[in-house]
């Protein structure tokens, strides 16, 4: 007897379970994802053999007990966060998120934020490891977070910037003052007698 895995309707994945833990748990519907290991790949369990049958069975087992959706209840925010997160998972991949790598590489080498530009490395690099594994959300989360550290980076190397040319500033104008006033005296070379 072959143990089946399937995803409920909130995309958590249960099993193994043979099918007549399946049939009592009353977790198969037509529309639930199935796999065991005479599958290629997840199917609904309406498509594979040997579960339609059971299907049928839990169908007229619960005909007398369940009854059927209200038609005007579309506004039901629990069938249809199932749906969405079935449709989600069954059908649709989110984008991949952009993992921001040459942009932590350029503020690590470039600008003054070395320890967050290693750390938005870091994580730049997990996202494509993420994505590959199908970890979707580590993956968004993964992409925030370095590209939170490239923002880091660039405001250290902004306000680095910012006090070189105060500090600039700052021994200039003296510097100048100085000179104009005749206090300096500088020889051919340069320097200050």
């Not at 005479?38 to 007990?65: C, H, I, K, P, Y």
């Not at 209200?70 to 966060?81: A, E």
């Not at 977070?145 to 250290?156: H, N, R």
Request: glycine fraction near 8%; hydrophobic fraction near 40%.
């Amino acid at each position: 007897m072959n143990n089946y895995f399937y995803i409920d309707l909130d995309g958590v994945q249960h099993g193994p379970l043979p099918l007549n833990q399946l049939v009592e748990k009353q977790c198969l519907r037509p529309e639930t994802m199935v796999w065991n290991s005479t599958l290629v790949d997840w199917q609904r369990a309406d498509s594979v053999d040997g579960l339609n049958e059971a299907l049928a069975a839990t169908n007229s087992a619960n005909m007398g007990n369940t009854p059927p959706p209200h038609p005007n209840n579309n506004d039901s925010k629990t069938s249809q966060q199932g749906s969405y997160y079935y449709q989600n998972y069954q059908n649709q991949i989110p984008p991949k998120p952009e993992n921001w790598l040459v942009w932590n590489i350029l503020a690590t080498v470039l600008c003054c934020g070395f320890i967050p530009g290693i750390v938005g490395i870091i994580y730049s690099s997990k996202v494509d490891n993420y994505w590959a594994m199908g970890l979707y959300s580590d993956a968004m989360r993964a992409a925030n977070t370095a590209k939170i550290m490239f923002f880091v980076s660039l405001g250290l190397y902004a306000i680095t910037a910012l006090w070189n040319v105060g500090s600039l500033f700052a021994l200039f104008i003296p510097i100048m003052a100085g000179v104009s006033n005749g206090v300096f005296d500088f020889n051919i070379c340069g320097f200050p007698f």
